[in-house]
């Protein structure tokens, strides 16, 4: 869980230079994003998900890419240092999120497998 907050935080840290629009201070305010945004994952995002039902299924799920933008633009309001400067680099960044972290869990369940 640990090596997840960790690589999460790198991936943060690289969105700036793979995103024009996005600023992240250091380090210390990638970790404390992929902290927030967990969290906010963790407790907002299911609520969204449930009110916004309907329309994720009418998008067959694309809307889900709109929710994680919203709560990386929520994110970069609550994190000082973090800056979010356009909703389109917000589902940008959303896009670049998930790919890491679909490329985190493949490479952990392959640990996993291994051991």
Do not use: C, D, H
């Amino acid at each position: 869980m640990l090596l997840r907050w960790i690589l999460n935080s790198l991936i943060i840290l690289a969105l700036p230079y793979l995103i024009s629009g996005i600023t992240v201070r250091n380090f210390w305010t990638a970790l404390i994003v992929a902290l927030v945004f967990g969290i906010l994952n963790a407790l907002v995002k299911p609520i969204l998900i449930i009110l916004t039902l309907p329309v994720t299924i009418l998008s067959l799920g694309l809307f889900v890419f709109i929710l994680n933008a919203v709560l990386l633009w929520l994110t970069s309001t609550i994190v000082k240092g973090f800056e979010i400067r356009s909703f389109s680099a917000a589902v940008l960044a959303a896009v670049v999120l998930w790919v890491g972290s679909m490329l985190i869990n493949a490479l952990s369940k392959q640990k996993r497998a291994r051991t």
